[in-house]
C-alpha cells in the first residue's frame, strides 16, 4: 500500500473514532440529563443549560478531531 492510501485509511479511522467518540459521549450526557431531571424534576432549567454547554463542548472536540483527521489525509 502506497503511504498515500495508508493516510487516507488512518484519516478514514480516526474520523470514524471521533464520530464514535462524540455520539458517546453526547448519549452518556443526555442519558445523566434525564436521570438528573428524573430525580429533580425543579432544577430541569439548570440541567438543561449544563447540557446544551457540555454538548457544545463535545461537539466542539469532535469537529476538530475531524478537521484534524482531514489536515492529516490532505497532507
Do not use: C, S, W
Not at 10 to 24: D, E, F, K, Q, R
Request: no cysteine.
Amino acid at each position: 500500500m502506497d503511504p498515500k492510501g495508508l493516510a487516507y485509511l488512518a484519516a478514514g479511522l480516526g474520523a470514524g473514532l471521533a464520530i464514535v467518540g462524540g455520539a458517546a459521549g453526547i448519549g452518556r450526557l443526555a442519558a445523566a440529563a434525564l436521570e438528573g431531571i428524573a430525580r429533580q424534576p425543579n432544577a430541569v432549567a439548570d440541567i438543561r443549560g449544563a447540557m446544551i454547554v457540555a454538548a457544545g463542548l463535545i461537539e466542539g472536540v469532535t469537529f476538530f478531531a475531524l478537521i484534524v483527521t482531514i489536515l492529516l489525509a490532505i497532507k
